[in-house]
């Protein structure tokens, strides 16, 4: 009897702070127009208070996820928390979310693959469902995207926000769950998004600071083509292997990077908007939070036996597609 890792829950959270665009436009040379017209968000949320780490987000969403499926903490066999923002370079910011819900009898890492990194976490830690090790697995997409966003850059601080979600794996043996996935990547990418300092290559010093390297530096153009071609190729090559026709994909869970990317990759694969999943004009690019921030607004919507295609796009490069049946009705675990 094949294993499959089937999401059996979700949860979500963001700040309370909304940073909207007619504030940017006190802070960089914007407009509510422009910002709308080529990425399509209008207000992201924001991080606020001292000492206040991706975990904090990373926390919330877990605690609320556990609550929602009534799963005790004691009973998590692994937490893998994809990030780009950790706390710190160590200890991982699994290990403190893990402390902090309480999984004692978890192990926990993080999981580093900028954008991309929640679903390549949700491929990881399907693979110990899979193969039977583990019953319980909770995966983790968080970052706190201000705090390495350089906010007179008005290039890319009009794109980031701050928030975190959480899925919790099960095995199915009902044909359930992540059935297959493409996952890709191309270091030759690196010179078009990145960070300059605060990794081994350049650490911190009062020279990097002052020369404002800490924050993410990115290319746009070369970006969007690269993420518009790849991303739209890799979901409609997953769609095709699994011989999926528009009319068979229920839903289209994309990372929310920019709405033309999204357009994009839903034309490509011949989904109309009905069936795409956006939240990014509440949000803006939440890096590794946007997927389960998608799965956890639209979770009422979802219904048990849906064909999901998530497609994400990341710095890198790394971008890649899975295709999975959704696994319950909402009804039944709130």
């Not at 059996?8 to 960089?28: F, I, M, W």
């Not at 191309?186 to 300092?197: C, M, R, S, T």
Request: proline share 3%.
């Amino acid at each position: 009897m094949k294993i499959t890792a089937a999401i059996t829950g979700v949860g979500a959270y963001v700040p309370d702070y909304v940073l909207t665009n007619k504030e940017l436009e006190t802070l960089v040379d914007t407009t509510d127009e422009w910002i709308l017209s080529r990425t399509g968000i209008q207000e992201r949320h924001i991080l606020k208070g001292e000492g206040q780490g991706t975990s904090v987000m990373g926390i919330k969403a877990v605690e609320q996820l556990l609550a929602k499926t009534g799963t005790k903490a004691e009973d998590i066999d692994l937490i893998i928390c994809a990030t780009t923002t950790p706390d710190l370079v160590f200890p991982a910011t699994a290990n403190i979310i893990s402390a902090a819900v309480g999984t004692k009898n978890a192990f926990s890492y993080d999981m580093q693959a900028a954008c991309s990194g929640f679903m390549f976490a949700l491929a990881t830690g399907a693979q110990f469902i899979q193969t039977g090790t583990y019953k319980k697995v909770i995966i983790v997409g968080a970052d706190k995207m201000s705090s390495i966003i350089d906010y007179t850059d008005r290039s890319t601080c009009i794109i980031f926000g701050d928030g975190a979600g959480a899925v919790l794996l099960e095995p199915n043996t009902d044909g359930l769950g992540l059935l297959d996935q493409k996952l890709c990547s191309d270091g030759n990418g690196e010179p078009f998004l990145h960070q300059k300092a605060g990794g081994s290559r350049r650490p911190p010093s009062a020279e990097t600071v002052a020369g404002r390297e800490h924050f993410v530096y990115q290319e746009g153009g070369t970006v969007f083509k690269f993420a518009v071609k790849n991303m739209a190729e890799v979901a409609a090559q997953v769609m095709e292997r699994n011989q999926l026709t528009a009319n068979d994909v229920a839903w289209l869970v994309p990372h929310q990077a920019n709405k033309r990317i999204i357009d994009a990759t839903a034309h490509r694969m011949g989904v109309g908007p009905e069936k795409v999943m956006l939240n990014i004009h509440r949000y803006g690019n939440t890096t590794n939070g946007t997927i389960p921030l998608c799965l956890a607004d639209y979770e009422s919507q979802l219904h048990k036996g849906d064909n999901l295609i998530i497609a994400a796009f990341g710095g890198g490069f790394t971008w890649g597609s899975l295709y999975l049946k959704w696994a319950y009705d909402t009804k039944t675990i709130q």
